[in-house]
């Protein structure tokens, strides 16, 4: 089943189509050249072409309002889903950093791996559909679920958990004072999963210590 372009003018929702996540979040962000940002922080320029599920309305711009951030829930999940397009984790670039936390508070999300998609006239493949179509879906979503901290779904690299989070997470704060784990991608304390990661996904490494 395809993904329809435009969603229903209204979304069936029931509590179990929700799930509650206090556990670890990963991802990679830039520190130096184009696009830095903090750890912490929603990207609120967008949307952007060739992002799953950017919530912002088009055209392309800034939207104080509606934010992103793209998170996993494990560290090689985050690395893959980063470099996923040349498949080479390069280590020196932007001056890459990786980062692990936990919510201050639960989070609230709107799970797509279940009876949802299908629910509202999709399917599961609204994880997995073309970039047009989900970022409409989560526009969609972000307005009128208002309750909602973000989604959940799969990656499409690892199989694993990805949570993408909108801008509730801003209003209502659910970031920690500080992180539990960051570091340079160079760093040598990043080594291990580095490795790991570029292992199992079978992608090349720049810029090793």
Known sequence: MKVPLTPPTTFVTDPSHLREYSGSLWRVYRSAGEHVGAWDALR???PVPGMRFDPHPPPPGHHPTVGVLYAA????TAIGETYQRRRVVDRVQSAPRLVGWRPSRPLTLLDLTG?????????????????RATQAWARAIEERL???????????ITGNPIVTLFSRVEREP?????PSFHTALSDVTADAVVLVAA??????VLGDP
């Not at 829930?73 to 090689?76: P, R, S, Y």
């Not at 901290?149 to 499409?156: I, K, R, V």
């Not at 659910?174 to 500080?178: C, E, I, T």
């Open 44 to 46: 609120h320029h967008g």
């Open 199 to 204: 292992r199992r996904l079978g992608f090349a």
């Open 146 to 156: 208002g309750g909602l901290d973000g989604l959940w779904h799969l990656s499409a």
């Open 115 to 131: 009876e949802w998609p299908v629910r509202n006239s999709a399917a599961a493949s609204l994880q997995m559909g073309p970039k």
């Open 73 to 76: 829930t494990d560290a090689v």
């Open 174 to 178: 659910a970031f920690p004072p500080r």
